[in-house]
Every structure is written in structure tokens, then in C-alpha cells.
């Protein structure tokens, strides 16, 4: 496993901008999250081998990428 460089948001020398970079830092996952949760659903993973990945409960990876929502509907 990668690991990620936190240098450039924890070195910032101003704390604000620091906090700016980690927003955009966390869009940026959340982003690659639901795409990468799609493609496993595609390939036929479950949500509990998603859950596992994700180091959460299947309940709360489904509540948060279940749903019509995966094909960009509402409820």
C-alpha cells in the first residue's frame, strides 16, 4: 500500500491555507472513493468485501454509496 504525503498540508506555513489544501484533499478522495466503490460493485464485490476495505460496517458503506444513487439517481 502508497502512502500519501500529508507534507504539503501539515508543512504550510499559514494553518489556513493548510486547511484549504486538506478540503480539496478530501473532495479529491471522496471522489475516487465513489468511483472505485462502483467499479468493485461492477465487478460483482459485495458490500461487506467493500465494507472490509473501506475498514467500515457494510451497513454504513451501503448507506453512504448504496442505493440508486450508485447510478446517479435519488431515492
Keep these: 500500500m502508497t502512502e500519501v504525503d500529508l507534507s504539503p498540508v501539515t508543512g504550510a506555513s499559514d494553518p ?8 480539496r484533499a478530501r473532495s479529491d478522495l471522496e471522489r475516487a472513493e465513489a468511483v472505485l466503490v462502483r467499479r468493485a460493485r461492477n465487478d460483482g464485490a459485495s458490500w ?18 448504496g442505493g440508486r444513487r450508485l447510478l446517479g439517481r435519488s431515492d
Excluded: D, F, N
Design 16 to 23: 489556513l491555507a493548510g486547511l484549504r489544501l486538506s478540503r
Design 48 to 65: 461487506a468485501a467493500i465494507a472490509e476495505a473501506l475498514g467500515v460496517s457494510r451497513q454504513a458503506v451501503h448507506k453512504k454509496h
